[in-house]
T-cell receptor, first 119, second 113 residues
Framework: GAVVSQHPSWVICKSGTSVKIECRSL??????MFWYRQFPKQSLMLMAT?????????EQGVEKDKFLINHASLTLSTLTVTSAHPEDSSFYIC???????????????FGAGTRLSVL | AQKVTQAQTEISVVEKEDVTLDCVYE???????LFWYKQPPSGELVFLIR??????QNEISGRYSWNFQKSTSSFNFTITASQVVDSAVYFC??????????FGKGTRLSVIA
């Protein structure tokens, strides 16, 4: 299957600092990328959807100024958690979906996730 | 609105037992796709299967099998002869149109040796 690389896998930072998480599709062009947040023992919560070259669409309740998303190329999207606070500590997962000519919908592949701990 | 319900929050089985994970979905669309993903303790979601709404054939892949029943809006997942390595959280998901996946809340499966 397709590969999505997410980096870093684990980050610990001090309150007030910003953290950038990268998500790359390694063997396909990701026309759409998604960012999810997952709390312990809960399902994935969609934060935002981004299409290459366009501004991200944020889900209700997600602060766009807090969680900056950039999808500058067909293989790279970044999520920056600005001025992180302890309540931002969570597991963040990116997902990428390409465009298959033969199919109306293509599979979403997921990165390995980034565990963020804000002290 | 689209919705996926996984009523089983946690299941524990003894190794070599068969186990079925239930998934019930809701959508008004006639064209949609259903998925199962596995999330092991490491956290990475692993794609298991995709099924489109027009294909009701059951599928078997090794010890895994899936039963798609449009009449009951269900897409159940069975693991035969479970193994400890099957321990994970399993998510059922739904998509239609160009929307993101809608996930169920997941079922945590523990296989005990």
């Amino acid at each position: 299957g397709a590969v999505v690389s997410q980096h870093p896998s684990w980050v610990i930072c001090k309150s007030g600092t910003s953290v950038k998480i990268e998500c790359r599709s390694l063997d396909f062009q990701a026309t759409t990328m998604f960012w999810y947040r997952q709390f312990p023992k809960q399902s994935l919560m969609l934060m935002a959807t981004s299409n290459e070259g366009s501004k991200a669409t944020y889900e209700q309740g997600v602060e766009k100024d807090k969680f900056l998303i950039n999808h500058a190329s067909l293989t790279l999207s970044t999520l920056t958690v600005t001025s992180a606070h302890p309540e931002d500590s969570s597991f963040y997962i990116c997902s990428a979906r390409g465009r298959h000519v033969a199919e109306a919908l293509s599979i979403q592949y997921f990165g390995a996730g980034t565990r963020l701990s804000v002290l | 609105a689209q919705k996926v319900t996984q009523a089983q929050t946690e299941i524990s089985v003894v190794e070599k037992e068969d186990v079925t994970l239930d998934c019930v979905y809701e959508t008004r669309d006639t064209t949609y796709y259903l998925f199962w993903y596995k999330q092991p303790p490491s956290g990475e979601l692993v794609f298991l299967i995709r099924r489109n709404s027009f294909d009701e054939q059951n599928e078997i892949s090794g010890r895994y099998s899936w039963n798609f029943q449009k009449s009951t809006s269900s897409f159940n997942f069975t693991i035969t002869a479970s193994q400890v390595v099957d321990s994970a959280v399993y998510f059922c998901a739904l998509i239609s149109g160009n929307t993101p996946l809608v996930f169920g809340k997941g079922t945590r499966l523990s296989v005990i040796a």
